[in-house]
């Protein structure tokens, strides 16, 4: 039998009392006895029994009334219900209502012992659930955040720290590594959590219409505005918004955005009446915006507006102690979405995985995990199910810049997929507009 237990028999035959009493003294539980469900709850407010044995038919307060009561008051506490044969319909009423087992009278001690090792097994099984479930808690802080590395640690404290104020944040990190998730979780720890979050990819919407999914418009100001519709900035009032890919946005819409944060007002398309506003915003980018300052391609008036903190979110191949983690969090992700039992890893498929740099960070390494999952035929990932991964086909060194590496990543994203742009879009985790941006910025070639 398992840890000693602090045991409570409540039953209105003293027999049945006297005989549990010396049995379960005889291996050295707690052991106290009740001759009635009134006389059980005046103890139980005395001292936390862990588990009770009660009888399901007494005088005053039967054990289904009994039952009802410590579940309510003391819902940690198991409770054993003890019934005649001809009583299994109560029984089993009685499990409904939460009681963890019964025993049938007359029972003999080996029933007894069955009972006390189910009952032993559950509260490993519990105590095994807590500890997972502090585990994942920690390792999961915030909205799917999955990490415990030092790199990740010190972004999960700055989150409530910058969550306080209204202060604008700018997220700085390579493509896939997560910065709307953290942007969700500033917004979930800040006084602004029961209002609407929303997020705008910059780079996704055409300079075009930006302007008018921002700021709305009047019916009629232009084709195909048959009636009159609320901008973000409007929508969004009272919430966060989440502007991914800023240094995507024009300098014309820098200006007006500036105008926004300084005067908390917009005037929408075709309109002369200024509506308030009040967000918190929250950017998001992957290029280095000082440089692009100081080659003036970007306002320095706007990027010091929107850069109020700074939070810089580390790229994988810098917290690769996280990818086991990320590995088993999207293994029961897609093993439960694809209704396939492929629930584990060899210690050399997982050495690859950390081998590799990830250049598509945590996004990339979801695709790969999903791609493998999708085309196993078993229940355990080899290496062979990432033939597609190549660890040396690039070599990011410390003197390549960020601008370059993910230069070459995506020029091998598009080889690999012989050039088709919405299918490399897809692998890199963007949209198709935002790739034909980046394959212009940095003059891409097919190479035949």
């Not at 024009?250 to 926004?260: A, C, E, F, G, N």
């Not at 944060?261 to 398309?269: F, M, P």
């Not at 320095?300 to 086991?324: A, T």
């Amino acid at each position: 039998m398992d840890k000693k237990m602090s045991i409570m028999v409540v039953d209105d035959e003293e027999i049945v009392r006297k005989s549990l009493f010396h049995w379960f003294k005889k291996y050295g539980h707690v052991v106290e006895t009740a001759s009635s469900g009134f006389d059980a709850l005046e103890k139980l407010e005395k001292y936390p029994f862990q588990l009770l044995f009660v009888d399901i038919k007494m005088p005053g307060m039967d054990g289904i009334e009994l039952l009802e009561k410590v579940k309510t008051e003391y819902p940690d506490t198991l409770v054993i219900i003890i019934t005649a044969y001809g009583s299994i319909e109560s029984a089993v009423k009685a499990m409904r209502i939460g009681a963890t087992d019964y025993l049938l009278k007359p029972f003999k001690p080996d029933q007894l012992s069955l009972v006390m090792e189910r009952i032993s097994v559950q509260k490993r099984l519990v105590s095994q659930y807590n500890y997972l479930k502090g585990r994942l808690d920690k390792i999961t802080r915030f909205d799917n955040i999955i990490g415990q590395s030092p790199p990740m640690e010190a972004v999960f404290s700055l989150i409530p720290e910058v969550a306080q104020s209204d202060s604008s944040i700018l997220l700085f990190g390579e493509t896939g590594t997560g910065k709307e998730l953290v942007a969700k979780a500033i917004h979930a720890e800040s006084r602004r959590s029961h209002l609407p979050f929303i997020a705008i990819n910059c780079g996704a919407i055409p300079e075009s219409l930006l302007e008018s999914e921002l700021f709305g418009h009047q019916k009629g100001v232009f084709t195909g505005a048959t009636r009159a519709r609320k901008g973000f900035l409007e929508v969004v009032s009272g919430g966060t918004l989440f502007l991914d890919e800023v240094g995507e946005i024009s300098p014309k819409m820098q200006v007006d955005l500036l105008r926004v944060l300084e005067e908390k007002k917009i005037t929408s398309i075709g309109s002369r009446e200024p509506v308030d506003v009040d967000f918190r915003l929250i950017s998001a980018t992957r290029q280095d915006l000082k440089k692009a300052v100081a080659e003036h391609n970007f306002r320095e008036d706007f990027f010091y507006r929107i850069n109020v903190i700074m939070v810089e979110i580390p790229p994988l191949r810098k917290r690769k102690e996280d990818i086991p983690l990320l590995v088993e969090h999207f293994l029961i992700k897609y093993s439960q979405e694809t209704n396939k039992k492929v629930d584990h890893i060899t210690i050399d498929a997982m050495g690859l995985l950390k081998q590799y740099d990830w250049p598509g960070n945590v996004r990339e390494l979801e695709n790969a995990i999903e791609r493998a999952v999708v085309l196993s035929k078993s229940r355990t990932l080899r290496t062979e199910d990432f033939s597609f991964i190549q660890p040396y086909g690039i070599q990011f060194t410390e003197s390549l810049s960020l601008r370059e590496m993910e230069k070459e990543y995506i020029q091998k994203i598009l080889a690999e997929n012989t050039w088709n742009v919405t299918q490399s879009a897809k692998t890199l985790g963007i949209n198709r507009v935002t790739l034909h941006k980046m394959i212009k910025r940095y003059n891409l070639k097919r190479k035949p």
